[in-house]
């Protein structure tokens, strides 16, 4: 049995080769590589090399090298599928197995690659010479993108037409199936094959290494298409969550300069090519995903985001941070005057995107100066608020020293004492952990939340370490604890205050009436129904599965249910059952985008 060839390469793609390799030996950064004790052969000195660009190692003294996969099969002993296998296991990835072999897929994506390499040179000669496609010339002209550009990027026209483009490819040989796999026709309600894309500018996709794969089609100026730009859908070619468009033609300026620029659109990745900077990629209609950032790290280590990250706000800084430490990669933000984006300015003003790109910000700077910046610091009413609010989002990051120096900053720009501040750095508050659970029914245990909220109110440290948000099947109690999860972040301050400026209407009534309600119960035991309630939840929607090990973890939280019930027993297994618990959210719903 073979493993499909798409599988094998989603896995290569998912796994880090120096995380794999340092399971076994100790490595060092050394330059660009990571270089530790050859575990192939007895050596002292460090003759063992692994690259992550390159996702390959190398011994100078015995000459073993190659992939991750060989990696593996020479340290454990095992064939290649096995060697698959066990990193697949451990990315979490499920194979498909075909018994026709290896051959078979690479055959088929020849021809499915073949299709869309087809499909691209006509819509590119179809943009520069026919007469139907005048409108589109014009418009790519007014923008800077006609000419040696268009050449460049392959540009082209997807005709007003039903099937000029089907119709083509059949007449070329290319079978109807192929064209349903790449996406670029369907069989429309009278059983005819009809082009996906109609009356738009067309902008081919690649992979890093120049395959065609996908396209982006945005409408004329003018034009009733509501949608301003269609995109392939995901097929077995194009994986939208580990395409960066923009990589086959930006991987050498990115590798030579170790920097990459991730821009939202493709016409910005134009932009900042046409402004001489060509490094520049952008994502296919999605956030940025944690597979991109473990592509992009394997060309370099600093990325600079050339959209308004900020806009996300705090979940999105999380994931960042947890990004550039879990990939060694350092997030900064470029800045653009007026909102305008790359594309516009390589119009206007092209030096002005190399110099933001110059100028980019450590996104943590970025926030911070947002917060600061054009804000009244009059009254010290006014500094404290804007000193409380840079807190915050200083206290999102996970490196103390880096709190600290920042709070520093904040302190001598509102001036405070650079002491106090520091402290707020150091101590960043004890949160609950936050996690955003992905389904959530409604009215179920809803006055045990209350009583949670209430009870969050009158004696925070002894009901906060029991409860995550999955807690909270309730919407408004749900949004209420995490206001004050936020909110016990900002040292010093009111919690109910804190929580009651930044909670939305519904919250703030929901708020108050906890803060005058009468309960006296304990702590504990509510928090440990709400766990009880949670877990029963989960429990009940986790049909059909069949991994070994959920099995296990689910009997095991079965038996931690009616622990709960024992006093002495039940704080042991509420820890269990919310690790349970926020495990099960995670691979539920832990999707990696960030503008959604
Ligand atoms: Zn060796």
Not at 189 to 195: A, I, N, T
Request: aromatic share 8%.
């Amino acid at each position: 049995m073979a493993i499909i060839e798409e599988d094998i390469e989603r896995v290569r793609a998912a796994v880090s080769i120096v995380d794999v390799v340092q399971q076994y030996v100790a490595l060092r950064k050394t330059g660009r590589n990571w270089v530790g004790l050859c575990p192939f052969h007895a050596e002292k000195s460090g003759s063992f090399n692994v690259r992550e660009e390159t996702a390959r190692y190398k011994c100078f003294g015995c000459q073993a090298g190659g992939d991750v996969f060989k990696f593996i099969q020479e340290i454990e002993h095992v064939d290649f599928v096995a060697a698959v296998e066990k990193l697949a296991a451990r990315a979490g990835i499920t194979l498909t197995y075909s018994s026709g072999g290896e051959n078979q897929d690479r055959q088929r994506r020849k021809k499915l690659i073949a299709a869309m390499e087809t499909a691209v040179e006509w819509y590119h000669q179809r943009l520069l010479t026919s007469s139907d496609a005048r409108p589109a010339r014009d418009y790519l002209r007014e923008r800077g993108l006609a000419g040696d550009v268009a050449r460049q990027f392959r540009l082209g026209y997807a005709p007003d037409d039903w099937d000029l483009l089907s119709r083509h490819l059949r007449d070329q040989g290319v079978p109807a199936d192929i064209l349903h796999d790449v996406g670029l026709s369907f069989t429309n309600k009278s059983g005819r094959l009809q082009d996906s894309f109609r009356a738009r500018v067309m902008f081919p996709i690649f992979t890093d290494t120049g395959e065609p794969v996908a396209f982006g089609g945005r409408i004329l100026p003018g034009s009733s298409d509501p949608a301003k730009y269609k995109n392939s859908p995901e097929t077995k070619i194009y994986f939208k969550s580990k395409t960066l468009y923009g990589l086959n033609w930006a991987k050498n300026d990115v590798v030579k300069v170790d920097q990459v620029i991730v821009c939202e659109g493709y016409t910005d990745v134009i932009g900042f090519h046409r402004s001489g900077v060509t490094r520049a990629v952008a994502t296919c209609g999605t956030a940025l995903t944690e597979e991109h950032v473990r592509i992009l790290k394997r060309f370099a280590s600093r990325v600079v985001l050339a959209f308004d990250a900020d806009a996300a706000g705090q979940g999105a800084a999380e994931k960042f941070y947890e990004w550039e430490k879990k990939y060694q990669v350092q997030v900064a933000v470029a800045r653009f005057p007026d909102g305008k984006d790359p594309g516009d300015l390589a119009n206007s003003d092209p030096e002005a995107l190399a110099k933001a790109v110059d100028d980019a910000m450590p996104f943590l700077g970025f926030r911070v100066n947002r917060v600061v910046t054009g804000k009244p610091l009059r009254s010290p009413e006014d500094r404290a608020r804007v000193a409380e609010q840079a807190m915050t989002v200083i206290n999102e990051h996970p490196d103390v020293n880096v709190r600290k120096l920042y709070a520093g900053e904040v302190a001598t720009r509102v001036g405070l004492p650079v002491a106090d501040l520091s402290r707020m750095a150091e101590k960043r508050g004890q949160r609950p952990e936050v996690r955003v659970a992905s389904t959530r029914e409604v009215g179920v245990a809803e006055n045990a939340e209350f009583v949670a909220v209430t009870l969050l109110l009158q004696s925070w440290d002894d009901i906060a370490p029991w409860l995550i948000e999955d807690l909270f099947a309730s919407e408004v109690p749900r949004r209420a604890f995490l206001a004050l999860a936020a909110a016990s972040q900002v040292e010093g301050a009111n919690l109910l205050n804190a929580a009651l400026a930044a909670a939305d209407p519904e919250v703030c009534e929901l708020l108050e009436r906890a803060a005058v309600a009468d309960v006296d119960v304990n702590a504990m035991s509510v928090a440990f129904d709400l766990i009880g309630v949670a877990v029963r939840r989960v429990l009940a929607r986790r049909t059909g599965i069949t991994d070994p090990e959920e099995i296990r973890a689910d009997r095991e939280a079965r038996v931690r249910l009616e622990e709960l019930d024992d006093s002495r027993l039940a704080p042991v297994a509420s820890e269990a059952l919310l690790m349970w618990l926020a495990e099960r959210s995670t691979r539920a719903g832990g999707g990696g985008d960030i503008r959604d």
